[in-house]
């Protein structure tokens, strides 16, 4: 099957974009604010819509980001729980086994249930999940899961040299990438070599030169030497003065006697430039569109360099810029399978319950995205990765299950009523096309509804069709007649039994157009 229209191949459908980094300075449309929403917090309720629409760009962007700051949380139980001593009977080390299971269990359904409800804040962890990327099949431990979580969280509108910082010794980096193993005598470049090449300025620079060379990967990983993590001693990354090699090492041809921090202080000073770049390019290319404008980026990658590399700077003027805007990128995304599920729940205003959640993650792992566990370092490559003509029926098989069979009819009745005035006369038309406004995140004359042969149903000289109907897009005429079916327009009773399951079905026809994979 063919991906819809939305998707553009080349650079040439983007000529006409907005040029620069200024704010938009009208005030949001809906069809805006339901883009906002999309692409920053998984979808956006109608209400949430609402309240955004007549907003400045600016204003609507900083409220999110307020709101998404992490002020802490209460933390469970088990938390400071550490692996049984030496000591430990067999038995002690088979229940922590079988508890440590379960905590994965609710670290992933928290952090599930987290993003269904926190908006931009589950959106911008989900970003730099997939960024400083740690396996938890490698890393193993529940308490190692909950506090590689919070560091991202803390730091998510940050300062990303602290950022930096913080995930160096973070212990779930410290295993994944063989920090722990890295000493005097025997330097592992596992964590070097990824810091440069994937979390801060990648190996090539904007003018095509090389960033760093293999020299300074060795260079580097000894500068990073001396840290452990003994679990049943401590979560925290511990350093081992002893196990560091004290000695000069030359990293981007300066000398220097560096630690971690040092080093990463170093990274910042000499290829400040490059990082900056890096980020903003990363950043781009998660929320705005996969064909990078070099020009806009540059800008973009200034502005955070000036900053002193701070997130909430770089954010702040990418979601509130004119390009964020410009109806020439809606449809460039393709939902990752978290965005696509959560989205069910997150636009028609519900939360899921314990069920639900775990229902979305078993079916965002079946199809790929296992939250806590990217399948490499590099993370989930994302976008087009997502969709084919095999994924596509999955996908289409998973949200079925959720609109259908997951979702309870008080939640499908709340949403509609949202959507449409149920006392309304003409509800039968207004509820079909609130409900594919509400739906897509592309223009609809960009949505490729199929065509219903025949008129409505019923006794249309009795009760005829409202003009408005009548003599607007043919492609709203054939929404409702699919809503409808073979029902008259004039039987349709929001409040009859069998009012949810219709509802159900036609929420279930829109989000099996490929268009709906989009955002």
């Not at 938009?24 to 449309?29: E, F």
């Not at 998660?286 to 000036?306: C, M, N, R």
């Not at 939250?371 to 003509?389: E, I, M, Q």
């Not at 009523?417 to 609130?434: C, K, R, V, Y």
Request: hydrophobic letters at 40%; a negative charge.
């Amino acid at each position: 099957m063919a991906l819809p229209h939305p998707l553009p191949r080349s650079r040439a459908h983007l000529g006409s974009l907005a040029s620069t980094t200024d704010a938009l300075g009208t005030p949001l449309t809906s069809e805006q604010a339901r883009h906002l929403h999309a692409r920053l917090t998984f979808g956006g309720s109608s209400a949430q819509i609402q309240a955004a629409t007549g907003r400045l760009a600016e204003d609507v962007v900083s409220d999110l980001l307020d709101e998404a700051l992490f002020t802490g949380e209460d933390m469970p139980i088990w938390i400071d729980v550490l692996f049984p001593p030496r000591t430990a009977t067999d038995d002690e080390r088979q229940q922590f086994s079988t508890n440590n299971a379960e905590w994965r269990r609710q670290v992933r359904d928290d952090l599930i249930r987290e993003m269904a409800v926190s908006g931009l804040r589950g959106r911008l962890f989900l970003f730099w999940h997939n960024h400083f990327v740690a396996s938890l099949q490698t890393y193993s431990y529940a308490a190692l899961a909950y506090r590689y979580a919070r560091t991202i969280r803390q730091n998510a509108q940050g300062n990303f040299k602290q950022f930096v910082h913080d995930i160096t010794v973070d212990g779930a980096m410290l295993i994944y990438l063989d920090g722990r193993n890295n000493r005097s005598t025997a330097p592992n470049e596992n964590y070097a070599r990824e810091l440069m090449e994937l979390f801060t300025m990648g190996p090539i620079g904007p003018d095509g030169s090389a960033n760093y060379t293999e020299n300074d990967i060795q260079e580097l990983a000894r500068a990073m030497t001396g840290y452990i993590l003994d679990a049943r001693a401590s979560w925290e990354g511990q350093f081992i003065p002893g196990r560091h090699d004290s000695g000069e090492k030359t990293v981007f041809g300066v000398t220097g006697n560096w630690d971690a921090a040092g080093a990463v202080e170093h990274l910042f000073a000499e290829r400040s430039s490059q990082i900056a770049y890096f980020v903003a390019r990363k950043a781009y290319r998660e929320f705005i569109h996969q064909t990078v404008d070099e020009a806009y980026v540059t800008a973009l990658a200034e502005q955070f360099e000036q900053s002193g590399f701070s997130i909430r700077v770089l954010f702040e003027t990418l979601f509130a810029s004119e390009r964020f805007y410009d109806p020439h990128i809606s449809g460039g995304i393709v939902k990752s399978p978290i965005e696509l599920l959560l989205g069910h729940y997150v636009e028609s205003g519900q939360v899921p319950n314990d069920t639900q959640v775990r229902q979305v993650w078993t079916y965002a792992r079946q199809a790929d995205q296992y939250l806590l566990s990217p399948p490499n370092v590099a993370g989930w490559p994302g976008h087009r990765d997502w969709l084919d003509t095999n994924t596509l029926g999955t996908r289409w098989n998973y949200s079925s299950v959720i609109v259908r069979r997951r979702m309870s009819e008080e939640q499908i009745l709340s949403f509609a009523n949202e959507m449409a005035d149920p006392a309304s006369q003409e509800h039968a038309f207004e509820l079909p096309l609130a409900l594919a406004n509400h739906t897509f995140h592309i223009p609809m004359d960009w949505v490729e509804v199929p065509a219903v042969d025949g008129d409505f149903e019923g006794d249309l000289d009795a009760f005829p069709i409202p003009a408005w109907v009548q003599d607007g897009p043919e492609r709203d005429r054939n929404l409702i007649k699919l809503f409808l079916g073979t029902m008259p327009w004039y039987e349709w009773d929001p409040q009859s039994d069998g009012a949810p399951a219709r509802i159900a079905n036609f929420m279930d026809r829109l989000i099996q157009f490929p268009e709906y994979q989009l955002i």
